[in-house]
């Protein structure tokens, strides 16, 4: 049975370390850090050979062991190690006292990547271990040492502290080959005579691993990301940003033909304003046009300069709002098109509010209405340099206790230059 776990264990180290020169490769780019010292100390329990009467004590401390440790990748590693344990007999043996010495090189399988840890936890961690080594004994009972081979597993749990530290415990068996003396210290014929797996060794322990390196994360915790989702990912983005309806005409910008169409007017499939007629005003603009020399209160042969500078041109607010009411966006864009068609023209935008509130307030709600106007134009298309905001403050031209009265002084206007 012996033999087989040593066979299976051999074969995953060898099949590990050729995984991790293929992903090593795969890797190169990949910053992190690979390299590790890995400490431990804890108890040491050896269990057979043994005399007749002799048995260890199932409480030596003495257990230590260093290890230098290189990761391929976040997957596969070497460590080279020293390992030491001092053992002697329960209070029913014979009584005997010896240590143990070895060095190993290991094959190290990180099992908490391998099997995607990282999607429940990222404190926690599983290793396995396992490789060949030298090692000897020494015994009160024998003069020399006794050398052997041995064979080395283990397992070992791990606890992030820190991108720097991480708290393990380990558990690992030694068997070793050609064993002549029993760890009690006598040489027994059937023992000396058996050149195989003919002694056995455990060691529980806890300790650190210290991470060195320039690089955020060691390879025992290092996730890198996946290409594929990368790429699916930068896709999506590229998607969302040709979604984008800069004016909200209801047209994605990568279809817009007129990506700074007027605010409200209607827009064909890409994205331009219906203009029936072919004269350049866009049919919604052109109508308010109408509506606005229709007015009464307009004088007969009047220009546009005159309809606009005259004050028929308003943009109005409700109470307490620095925001237009939606039908006078209509205005808002009837001024955006003559500008647009007149483009050495420059306008004052005025703002104005009620005599409900303090002067005070008055004064910044006029200027926040003025404010909110001009912005809207300049991202319609037209240079911020050609519009001038200001505030009046209250206009105290109409009965204050008149609601009706009120509405039409809550306002912006516009004066051509």
Do not use: C
Request: glycine share 8%; no cysteine.
């Amino acid at each position: 049975m012996k033999k087989v776990i040593v066979f299976l264990s051999l074969s995953m180290m060898f099949t590990s370390l050729i995984s991790a020169q293929e992903e090593a490769k795969k890797q190169d780019e990949i910053d992190f850090n690979k390299w590790s010292i890995d400490f431990n100390a804890g108890l040491s329990k050896p269990t057979t050979p043994f005399s007749a009467n002799y048995y260890a004590s199932n409480t030596n401390f003495i257990h230590g062991d260093l290890g230098l440790r290189y990761m391929f990748n976040n997957k596969f590693g070497l460590k080279l190690d020293v390992g030491y344990d001092s053992f002697k007999n329960k209070s029913e043996s014979f009584e005997f006292e010896g240590q143990y010495y070895r060095t190993d090189l290991q094959g190290v399988l990180n099992l908490g990547r391998v099997l995607n840890f990282e999607e429940w936890t990222n404190t926690v961690n599983l290793q396995a271990h396992t490789g060949l080594g030298f090692s000897f004994m020494t015994n009160d009972k024998f003069e020399g040492n006794d050398d052997m081979t041995n064979f080395i597993l283990g397992l070992t749990a791990q606890f992030r502290l820190s991108n720097r530290l991480a708290l393990n415990a380990d558990f690992t068996m030694i068997n070793n080959v050609n064993q002549t003396y029993t760890f009690d210290g006598y040489e027994d014929p059937s023992v000396a005579g058996d050149r195989g797996f003919n002694s056995t060794l455990y060691n529980a322990s806890i300790g650190f691993s210290f991470y060195l390196g320039k690089n955020e994360k060691h390879a025992d915790w290092f996730i890198p990301r996946n290409k594929q989702l990368d790429e699916l990912e930068a896709r999506v983005a590229e998607l969302e940003t040709m979604m984008n309806d800069t004016d909200r005409d209801g047209v994605p910008d990568y279809l817009d033909v007129e990506p700074n169409s007027i605010t409200g007017v209607a827009v064909d499939t890409k994205g331009r304003a219906v203009d029936m007629n072919n004269n350049g005003i866009p049919d919604e603009i052109e109508s308010y046009i109408e509506k606005v020399k229709g007015n009464q209160t307009a004088k007969e042969g009047q220009s546009i300069e005159d309809i606009i500078n005259g004050g028929y041109v308003n943009v109005y607010f409700d109470t307490a709002s620095s925001k237009p009411r939606a039908d006078s966006y209509a205005a808002i864009n009837f001024v955006v098109q003559y500008l647009k068609s007149n483009p050495g023209t420059s306008v004052e935008v005025i703002g104005y509010a009620d005599e409900i509130g303090t002067s005070e307030y008055n004064d910044k709600l006029s200027a926040a209405r003025a404010s909110f106007v001009k912005d809207v134009i300049i991202k319609a298309g037209v240079d911020a340099s050609r519009l001038v905001d200001v505030a009046k403050g209250e206009d105290a031209s109409v009965d204050v206790n008149s609601p009706h009265a009120r509405k039409l002084v809550r306002r912006v206007t516009f004066k051509l230059k």
